[in-house]
């Protein structure tokens, strides 16, 4: 379980589970849909988070884009966020995305929504 | 070593010069360059047999289009030559930044989705009474139209400069940190010709990245904290449903290295001299760009068969940090 990302959730929680975690090999990025809402996975040496996967610039897929440490590049045009919190870290991305809570449950990732 | 000519302009007198040199010399090097994209031809039949529609074309030809190829007369058809450097015996073409291959794939995409490009003529006038209602070519195509895009280009404002001792030349020159020849002078974005520690030499760049990037490096120097700017230049356009990124910096090019293929509106062209990436250009290829960058600033040669794998991550190419020292017996790196 990511200690992390659990910290503070209760009884009534409103964690889904939205992908085995074995599809997402460290270093890499995956794109699920949560209530008709598209959400990236980072999985960053074991811990995972997950963003909004619409990139706030022109709306592209950020899960098609490069990893690096807990950065993540769009590809379109080069935005950079962490994908920890969802924050822009190099323009032209005029805003952040939102960044979700996760936990492991076994083999399966959950996402606080 | 054979000697190497080259004759600029694909007139009657050019066609003739070359034609000559060859007659001469034959094992010369000849190279005949052009803006026309017709072989040469002559012009008297463009007032007489031609006009009236008496010969076709082929018939003013100074010699038919396959002799130059046939007699080792190297062409560059619809080629502007920009500048001649008398000392370097160098000859500078503005045609070609892209290439004639890519620059066909991306004339493609516009001509898919409607778009007819025009070459060799150029505008006469607008008309229109309250507004434009038409444009007039040179050679007398007119054009009706509801607005009208005009691609001027910019000239970098240094007006204010005159006299000031700051060395001007294409743009304010600066150095890496973005420094003028002037201390404590410093110029950033599309006015600054910037020196680039990656490439080497002088380069102006009119792009939002640089803007972005550079007025920052410009900044943090006057603060005294300062790293050389080495940014790799980057440019995207999104040109209908396709993305267009160009990355790095180049103006001629000894291969060009291509993944994927050319008509199939996705693939990343690299411009290589002596082994080494020096810039990409990418077609819905955004990916294969960034992680192009690497390699470009790593200026060191690549793999040439991996790069044109598909199936080889560009990431995998970056030469590794300690390569060199490892190769090295009598020095092993710390740590």
């Known amino acids: ?113 | 070593m054979a000697k190497s000519y080259v004759v600029v302009g694909t007139s009657l007198a050019g066609a003739t010069a070359a034609i000559t040199l060859r007659d001469g010399n034959a094992d010369a090097r000849v190279t005949l360059i052009g803006a026309e994209r017709e072989p040469p031809y002559e012009r008297p039949p463009l007032s007489k047999a031609y006009l009236r529609g008496e010969a076709p074309f082929e018939k003013a030809l100074v010699r038919p289009s396959s002799f130059y190829a046939d007699h080792g007369i190297e062409t560059l058809f619809g080629a502007r030559v920009t500048r001649i450097d008398p000392a370097a015996h160098r000859v500078e073409l503005v045609d070609g930044v892209l290439g004639e291959s890519v620059g066909q794939a991306i004339a493609e995409l516009h001509r898919a989705h409607g778009v007819r490009a025009i070459f060799e003529d150029s505008v006469a006038a607008f008309e229109g009474t309250s507004r434009v209602a038409r444009v007039v070519t040179k050679a007398g195509l007119r054009l009706d139209c509801d607005m009208v895009i005009v691609g001027i280009g910019i000239e970098p404002a240094v007006d204010m400069l005159e006299g000031s001792g700051i060395h001007i030349d294409n743009g304010i020159v600066v150095d890496e940190f973005c420094q003028t020849n002037i201390s404590g002078i410093y110029a950033a974005g599309d006015v600054a010709n910037h020196y680039h520690p990656v490439f080497d030499r002088q380069i102006r760049v009119e792009h939002w990245q640089n803007a972005l990037k550079q007025g920052a490096a410009a900044a943090r120097h006057m603060l005294g904290g300062g790293v050389a700017y080495d940014e790799i230049h980057w440019f995207w356009s999104d040109q209908y449903d396709a993305n267009l990124q160009y990355a790095g910096f180049h103006t001629k090019w000894d291969e060009l290295v291509v993944r994927g293929r050319l008509d199939s509106g996705s693939f990343l062209a690299c411009y290589v001299t002596d082994g080494r990436i020096d810039a990409a250009v990418g077609l819905n290829r955004a990916k294969d760009v960034r992680r192009a960058m690497p390699l470009i600033r790593a200026r060191r040669p690549v793999n040439l068969a991996q790069l044109r794998d598909e199936g080889v991550d560009l990431r995998s190419l970056l030469p590794s940090p300690d390569a060199t020292s490892t190769s090295d017996a009598g020095s092993k790196p710390l740590g």
């Open chain 1, 1 to 113: 379980m990511d200690v992390d990302a659990d910290e503070g959730t209760h009884m009534a929680d409103n964690f889904v589970t939205v992908i085995d975690t074995n599809k997402i090999p460290a270093g890499s990025l995956a794109v699920v849909d949560v209530r008709g809402t598209r959400i990236a996975v980072a999985n960053v040496g074991g811990r995972f988070y997950a963003f909004d996967d619409t990139c706030t610039h022109e709306e592209c897929s950020l899960a098609e884009g490069d990893l690096a440490g807990t950065t993540v590049t769009c590809m379109c045009h080069g935005a950079e966020f962490d994908v920890r919190t969802g924050e822009v870290l190099a323009p032209p991305a005029p805003l952040p995305v939102n960044a979700y809570r996760t936990r492991v449950e076994g083999d399966s990732l959950q996402i606080e929504v």
